[in-house]
């Protein structure tokens, strides 16, 4: 952690030293509604000598104040509020205290879930922009996705390994950090633990890979997907495309289903996956086969194959806006697919995990499928992302999964 910008965030520590930055007129009424980005191109004035990690003062063209934050100018996301009180200083206890509330709010959460793998840090969520974690029994894996946050890790850290977490790893690499202007970082800032993490939900148990896996290791926030599908898979065949690690897989094992057929692209998530159903005594049940589900797909037609169940969870398909058109496109596509090789009274589940694809998107791209179907199905249940992912009302980003579950109607 040697990058310049560290030394002078620190500084910040010692002598706090705000920079002032004034709006463009009309730029604050998102800001006063609660959400903590401001973006380059909303900004009047700002130094040139601004720097990531830079403590700043945000006020409108009129010098009305709007809140303190963490500055990064490489970024479009320029500044990320962290305070809306001109009385409170931006330092580490300012962030621990945040750490020990995220913490506090989920106390019970184990209990009630049945569950040691839970997401204790949520960004936005929780008062800290940009940076995430996730709990795995004793050990925690963080993630940092803002520049302006990276000095506090050292803080968020210890805060995690007082309250509980004996391991803390982190895992802050990928696209998100280049646009940050950020150096990726992967490792144990604490003494080493043991890898893969271990760790239970519900009946099933399972083992996280952060080193080599998908985000933190797993996909937490599917946990009541899961559950469901848990639920409705009793002496059923079922197809997981785009099962990753093959966790819904195995819970619908668990939950009686005669035959699970788990799909992905990824060799290695399909080895982990098969780790996982050996570790709950469910091999026999689950198959692991690698194939891209989009391509695939037309082949499973043509073979005549049928499932009674059907769970289309796939990558993002919207990064951006501009993503919408072909997304929509594609998700029309597989789920079209889906009810051809669905049998008579199945169910279907379809997901997706981008916050730019609404609610209203996902809802019209279904019924439109279903209707070129020739088919009638019911909209059982909505599912969103768990209570330990918030949502805060005033950050729409902060809501991004939306997931249907479909059943054929019986009459």
Request: aromatic share 10%; proline share 6%; with cysteine.
């Amino acid at each position: 952690m040697d990058q310049p910008f560290f030394n002078a965030a620190r500084k910040g520590f010692d002598v706090p030293n705000y920079i002032k930055v004034k709006l463009k007129p009309k730029e604050e009424d998102r800001l006063l509604a609660g959400h903590p980005w401001v973006f380059a191109n909303e900004v009047d004035s700002a130094p040139k000598t601004l720097a990531p990690g830079v403590l700043v003062e945000v006020i409108t063209s009129k010098g009305v104040p709007i809140g303190r934050g963490v500055a990064n100018p490489t970024s479009k996301i320029l500044i990320r509020l962290l305070t809306r009180d001109f009385e409170t200083e931006i330092d580490e206890a300012l962030i621990a205290a945040r750490v020990r509330t995220a913490l506090h709010v989920r106390k019970d959460f184990r209990e009630k879930n049945q569950t040691d793998g839970m997401r204790i840090l949520f960004g936005e969520g929780d008062g800290l922009p940009g940076m995430i974690a996730d709990g795995f029994g004793d050990t925690a894996v963080l993630s940092c996705f803002s520049a302006g946050l990276k000095p506090f890790i050292p803080a968020i850290q210890k805060t995690l390994q007082e309250n509980g977490f004996k391991y803390v790893y982190e895992k802050s690499v990928g696209e998100v950090c280049q646009k940050e202007g950020m150096a990726e970082f992967q490792g144990w800032l604490t003494d080493p633990g043991k890898l893969p993490l271990p760790f239970f939900e519900g009946k099933a148990k399972f083992l996280a890979h952060p080193a080599q896996g998908h985000k933190t290791g797993f996909y937490l926030d599917f946990r009541e997907v899961r559950r469901k599908i848990q639920a409705l898979s009793a002496g059923k065949s079922l197809l997981d495309a785009f099962c990753y690690t093959g966790a819904a897989s195995i819970q619908a094992a668990l939950g009686g289903a005669k035959e699970v057929l788990a799909l992905d692209s990824s060799q290695n998530a399909l080895d982990e996956g098969a780790q996982n159903a050996k570790l709950n005594g469910v091999e026999k049940n689950v198959r692991f086969e690698k194939g891209d589900s989009f391509k695939i797909f037309k082949e499973f037609k043509k073979d005549g194959r049928k499932f009674d169940g059907i769970l289309l969870d796939p990558p993002p398909l919207a990064k951006s806006a501009h993503d919408l058109p072909a997304a929509r496109t594609a998700l029309k596509r597989l789920l079209g697919q889906a009810f051809d090789m669905l049998n008579d009274g199945g169910f279907l589940v379809v997901g997706t995990c981008s916050h730019h694809f609404s609610w209203t998107l996902l809802d019209g791209v279904a019924r439109e499928a279903v209707e070129e179907s020739g088919r009638s199905f019911l909209l059982r249940e909505r599912f969103t992302q768990p209570q330990d992912h918030p949502i805060v009302l005033a950050i729409p980003e902060t809501e991004y999964l939306r997931v249907l579950l479909l059943s054929e109607v019986p009459y």
